[in-house]
């Protein structure tokens, strides 16, 4: 009697270590195939994805001038430097232009990121919104141009620290011009003098 | 120090006149009118050029003005300020060309006089492009009708190609109404809806599309022309026409083949020909008319007879000689210089006639005579007139001792009235209602003016004589003189008369050849 239910017992145990190991193993198949797969990511080269967040970064100003009431406090942001000299940008590596705009763009998440906790207008609070969206949208296109920049992803951090690369600005208004004068700036540069845009077009 | 600063200054004014004075110049005469701004600024290629107007005349000019910038919160750098004379307007500005312009930064841009500010600005570099315009325009036939095609290079920029208009404006030539264009990127254009074998002018210009870069619109090209291609029937309408010419000529042959014979005797009426009068003349005889005659003999003269009612001449009434001894000289003066004339109209004629005429002793005289005549029947040789109200056909006749003279008086008056056609020799007479003659020979008066000849054959005497056909046809009369030959022949045939009360020929004319019959008168005639 006791070998019978002794037996039922081993093959239950049995049978579930089997089921355990075979979904172990199918697990690991899988992380190796996820962490091993070549990127399918087609690269977007599509310039008029840019401009349409260029645009809503300009209604994002016009909005802020018309604003009245509930349009943030005075704070200091840390954002990336915008202004481009084209006779030192184009000796600079496609890899390092694509470092510092992945730079800029996760100070630039942050900064609005901060903002948007001061702001109490809706329609600002939207517009906001809006642009930190379209600001993780370029990080997937950047990603999916193959830029070799460092994959650290954007996350919100307080703790970035300010490097020589970055400016303080006071005021949500000059946040908001920094922001737009970034995408208009830098990271429409590099997009349109990526490697894999230039293949696809020649 | 100051000098060389001036020093420093002078040679940059000239060798910014000297390289881009030219398009500087145009660019800031367009800017003066458009910016509302106290600093005007634009950006040429990469560097900004920021100007502003002298406000008032000043003795001193470049060190009055210290131009500053600064952007990101750097500290403030200074550029050097120059100036520029402007020949059109004949005014002065200052300017300042920043090297190496940062771009997608706020620039804070401040002119200072005397230490102190004057204008402040702060701005984008890359929101006042002010682009060169776009090269190499050209205008070509596209090959189709009212179309032209336009191509252009943009200006040399880099990292810009993607955010440019266009605006293509065209015209025609000779008119200043163009229509406009935007086109975006693109640097070709196809120009639709243009009017065929026309010339027309183009020009582009070109300006940032403002979502990345903003900025002024470009001056524009210079003006190209094109030509549009001529324009081709519009293959419908070739068809449509051809289709109703067709129609109307398939209506218009219709309409003339069911009216061709009426259309036909209109337009080319038939000769006539006296053929059918002549049965079998020209086709059996071949027109010898001598055998025709001799073979259709009796059938066909009797028939003629009366066919031939209105087309003969009218028998001739032949009178007998008269001579004019009596008045002889006086009429032959009287008309000698009628004689000399020569006439040929029938109005001359009438005239002389009518001067005749007015001698009334002459017409007394010729009731005389035909009495005389009437008395004496032999006498015909003598001098005697029968009046008649008939036309008449003297006869000239006479002996050679006489011939000058008879010649003379009784030709002198006809050949007034009437030339001789061909010989010199002869001398026609014809009717005169004047004065009248009588020809010689046998024959007897008759109960008005005629006399008969009966089985007399004419004899021919001579060149003196002459001898007129007379067709009357009862409209009109036809006189035809007649040869010396002629006379001869007919001196060999007979003769016949008929009767004054115009009766129609009873004899039978046994001569071939065309014969006399008479109309409305009656008359003697020969027939030959």
């Known amino acids: 009697m006791g070998s019978v239910a002794e037996r039922s017992k081993a093959l239950d145990l049995g049978s579930s270590l089997s089921g355990g190991v075979g979904l172990v193993s199918v697990l690991m198949v899988f992380v190796w195939l996820g962490e091993n797969q070549v990127s399918p990511l087609r690269p977007i080269c599509d310039l008029r994805v840019l401009d349409h967040f260029v645009r809503e970064a300009r209604d994002s100003e016009v909005i802020m001038r018309g604003c009245r009431g509930g349009c943030g406090v005075m704070k200091s942001y840390f954002v990336p430097l915008t202004s481009v000299d084209f006779a030192v940008w184009e000796h600079t590596d496609v890899h390092g232009q694509a470092v510092e705009v992945q730079t800029g763009l996760s100070l630039l998440d942050q900064a609005l990121n901060n903002a948007m906790k001061t702001v109490s207008n809706s329609p600002l609070a939207s517009v906001l919104e809006n642009n930190i969206s379209n600001i993780h949208s370029l990080g997937q296109i950047l990603h999916s141009l193959d830029l070799q920049q460092a994959r650290s992803t954007v996350l919100p951090d307080d703790s970035v620290p300010a490097s020589a690369q970055t400016q303080e600005v006071s005021s949500l208004p000059e946040l908001l011009q920094v922001q737009s004068s970034f995408l208009r700036g830098k990271v429409r540069l590099l997009l349109s003098a990526a490697p894999a845009c230039q293949r696809q077009n020649s | 120090m100051r000098n060389d600063r001036l020093k420093i200054v002078f040679v940059l004014c000239l060798a910014f006149v000297s390289t881009g004075g030219q398009h500087l110049e145009s660019k800031v005469v367009q800017l003066l009118q458009d910016e509302a701004e106290d600093i005007k600024c634009f950006v040429e290629g990469k560097d900004l050029t920021c100007f502003w107007e002298e406000e008032e005349e000043r003795n001193n000019l470049h060190d009055q003005y210290t131009f500053t910038y600064s952007y990101e919160n750097k500290k403030k750098m200074a550029c050097v300020v120059s100036s520029l004379s402007l020949l059109a307007s004949n005014k002065t500005v200052f300017f300042c060309k920043l090297p190496k312009t940062p771009f997608f930064t706020t620039l804070v841009v401040q002119v200072y006089r005397d230490a102190q500010m004057l204008y402040s600005r702060s701005l984008n570099a890359e929101n006042f492009l002010f682009l060169d315009p776009p090269r190499n325009l050209t205008v070509t036939n596209s090959g189709k009708e009212g179309q032209l095609n336009v191509s252009w290079l943009p200006p040399p920029l880099k990292y810009m190609d993607d955010s440019l208009i266009y ?136 028939r003629s007879v009366h066919v031939y009612a209105e087309e003969l001449p009218s028998p001739l009434e032949v009178l007998s000689e008269v001579s004019l001894t009596g008045h002889a000289t006086s009429q032959r003066e009287e008309r000698k210089p009628v004689e000399e004339e020569e006439e040929k109209e029938s109005e001359r004629s009438d005239s002389r006639l009518t001067d005749r005429w007015r001698e009334p002793p002459h017409a007394h005289w010729l009731m005389e005579q035909l009495r005389a005549l009437q008395d004496n029947p032999e006498s015909l040789s003598q001098s005697s007139l029968l009046q008649s109200h008939d036309t008449y056909v003297t006869l000239n006749q006479g002996d050679n001792e006489r011939q000058d003279d008879d010649v003379f008086e009784e030709t002198v008056p006809l050949q007034t009235l009437f030339t001789t056609a061909g010989t010199s020799s002869l001398s026609t007479s014809r009717s005169d209602l004047g004065s009248l003659q009588q020809s010689s020979g046998s024959g007897r008066l008759s109960s008005q003016s005629s006399f008969e000849y009966p089985n007399h054959t004419w004899p021919p005497k001579g060149p003196g004589y002459a001898y007129m056909a007379v067709a009357d046809s009862g409209v009109s009369m036809d006189y035809s003189p007649m040869s010396s030959s002629r006379i001869a022949e007919l001196g060999k045939h007979r003769m016949y008369t008929n009767d004054y009360k115009n009766d129609i020929f009873p004899h039978k004319w046994p001569l071939s050849g065309q014969h006399i019959k008479s109309g409305s008168g009656s008359c003697t005639g020969t027939v030959w």
């Open chain 2, 167 to 302: 605006e293509v404006r065209y015209a025609m030539e000779g008119s200043n109404m163009g229509k406009v264009e935007v086109i975006k990127v693109s640097t070709m254009l196809v120009l639709l809806g243009l009017q065929s074998d026309t010339r027309y002018k183009v020009w582009v210009r070109v300006k940032p599309d403002g979502v990345a870069y903003k900025g002024y619109w470009s001056a524009w090209t210079e003006p190209v022309f094109g030509v549009t291609q001529p324009g081709d029937m519009d293959p419908l309408i070739v068809v449509l026409v051809l289709f109703i010419g067709l129609i109307l000529c398939l209506l218009s042959l219709t309409v003339i083949l069911s009216h061709h014979k009426f259309l036909l005797k209109k337009l080319w009426p038939d000769i006539p020909t006296p053929e059918h009068k002549f049965p079998g003349l020209f086709t059996v005889y071949k027109g010898d008319f001598k055998e025709w005659m001799s073979q259709n003999n009796g059938s066909i003269w009797g």
